[in-house]
């Protein structure tokens, strides 16, 4: 099976764009979630996804947003981006809602510079 | 916020020695995951361990799990260069995302 794939793996972007990234994620699997990784926080949750629904989401303001399709594959977009929003975002998905409690399988995350 | 802290921060060793890294959490758990980060790629699942479990194993991989003092283990067996990475522990718990610790790097020279 293919592993989860994220698009693009390198971004540069000025401050006050948005950006989408994608994820695709194993195939059968219904649970996406996203995670920004920076130096200063580590990883920190931003949403899950199941079943085209946004289920669990963290502690990140409204700028960052996302969303879920039909196939599972989810798009998650950051508007007004400011120069703290640099980091590596990494997809995740696993087979049930709640990854939290299975496995849950890595992309090789996508790499957003903001200028 | 971080569940997980993981324990030392950094850790140098040489190859064939062996490697022991902990993680100590805050709150119930439902299980707690090992995951390895290579260079800011993406994280590689290796062991996941069951509020019921006590111990694991992987190949060259033990994962212990102390409920009551709220703490795991990771111990790397016989080292290799390849070993080279960072280490995260994270928690889980139903209903919510897993929670990532600040990870441990591990450093293996030949």
């Known amino acids: 099976k293919a592993g989860v794939t994220q698009t693009p793996r390198y971004l540069i972007k000025t401050r006050g764009q948005q950006v989408t990234l994608s994820c695709s994620p194993i195939s059968g699997h219904r649970s996406v979630s996203w995670y920004q990784q920076t130096p200063g926080q580590g990883l920190q949750f931003l949403f899950e996804y199941f079943s085209e629904t946004q289920r669990n989401k963290g502690n990140f303001p409204g700028r960052f947003s996302g969303r879920q399709f039909s196939n599972s594959r989810s798009e998650m977009n950051v508007s007004t981006l400011e120069l703290g929003d640099s980091a590596l975002y990494l997809c995740?998905?696993?087979?049930?809602?709640?990854?939290?409690?299975?496995?849950?399988?890595f992309g090789p995350g996508t790499r957003l510079t903001v200028l | 916020s971080q569940q997980g802290e993981e324990d030392p921060q950094a850790l140098s060793i040489q190859e064939g020695e062996n490697a022991t890294m902990n993680c100590s959490y805050k709150t119930s758990i439902n299980n707690l995951q090992w995951y390895r980060q290579n260079s800011g790629r993406g994280l590689v699942h290796l062991i996941l361990i069951r509020s019921n479990e006590r111990e694991k194993h992987s190949g060259r991989l033990r994962v212990t799990l102390d409920t009551s003092k709220k703490s795991s283990s990771l111990l790397i067996t016989a080292s290799r260069a390849a070993d080279t990475a960072s280490y995260f522990c994270?928690?889980?718990?139903?209903?919510?995302?897993?929670?990532f610790g600040k990870g441990t790097t591990l450093s293996v020279s030949s």
């Open positions: 995740a998905s696993s087979l049930v809602l709640g990854g939290s409690t299975d496995t849950q399988y």
């Open positions: 994270a928690t889980g718990q139903a209903g919510t995302a897993l929670i």
